[in-house]
């Protein structure tokens, strides 16, 4: 197969499997999603789930979130993780939205990149999911199976945005990257892989990668 026809492939496959594509953080607006993204960074999106209805429970915004003190925002927080770093970014986003935004989420990257504790992924989720901007957010999901697909070399996360960016239509970012994420976690996942019901990566992909596999399960 070449390039192209493995990267219809997937668009298909992923397609089929996945025709409507529900986000995983539960939120309302851009505020809250901002919010639940940066509290996703090295947690799960279900522990996430669990933890934000507590928080917008006293704080959906971000008049009522500066209220609350730093400490108030990282005992509601703790069990994300990182819950020091991540209660000075919350409160100190929230001034700033204030201060510069008239409280409302600015639908601007670079804006949002300049937030404390909002880093590129963040930013891009949140461009995607709130503001439906192409961009494309790679997380681990999709840096291992672009990686896995023979698409990126796996370096880092940078190089895979930009390889994916590049082979897939830019009107096809947002509704991919999320169709991925689904897929790595139900089909290709890092630990008890099973390649048999990975149909995308037995078809396409890296010779490496699946030689390393058989290796493995003999």
């Known amino acids: 197969m070449t390039k192209q026809e493995k990267v219809n492939f997937v668009i298909e ?3 089929r499997l996945y025709p409507e594509v529900p986000i995983p953080l539960e939120h309302k607006d851009p505020y809250t999603l901002l919010i639940a993204v940066l509290l ?10 669990q933890i934000t209805p507590l ?3 006293i704080a959906d915004n971000p008049y009522d979130m500066v209220k609350l003190s730093v400490e108030e925002i990282k005992e509601i927080i703790k069990p994300v993780g990182l819950s020091p770093m991540k209660s000075k970014g919350i409160h100190g986003l929230s001034k700033i939205l204030i201060e510069k935004y008239d409280g409302k989420v600015p639908a601007d990257l670079e804006a949002l990149e300049s937030f404390p504790a909002v880093g590129h992924k963040t930013a891009s989720v949140v461009m ?6 192409p961009a494309f957010p790679v ?3 999709i840096h291992r199976l672009m990686y896995r697909w023979g698409f990126s070399n796996g370096k880092n996360v940078v190089q895979t945005e930009r390889d994916a960016k590049r082979l897939f239509p830019k009107d096809l970012w947002n509704k991919l990257h999320l169709q991925i994420i689904w897929y790595g ?3 290709s996942q890092a630990r008890g892989w099973d390649l048999e019901k990975d149909t995308i990566t037995k078809k396409i992909g890296r010779k490496s990668v699946l030689n390393e596999y058989h290796k493995k399960k003999k």
């Open 13 to 15: 496959t992923l397609n």
């Open 139 to 141: 997380d681990t999901h």
């Open 40 to 49: 996703s960074a090295q947690s799960t999106d279900v522990r996430v789930n």
């Open 55 to 57: 928080l917008f429970k």
């Open 185 to 187: 976690r139900q089909y």
């Open 128 to 133: 995607s999911q709130a503001f439906n901007i």
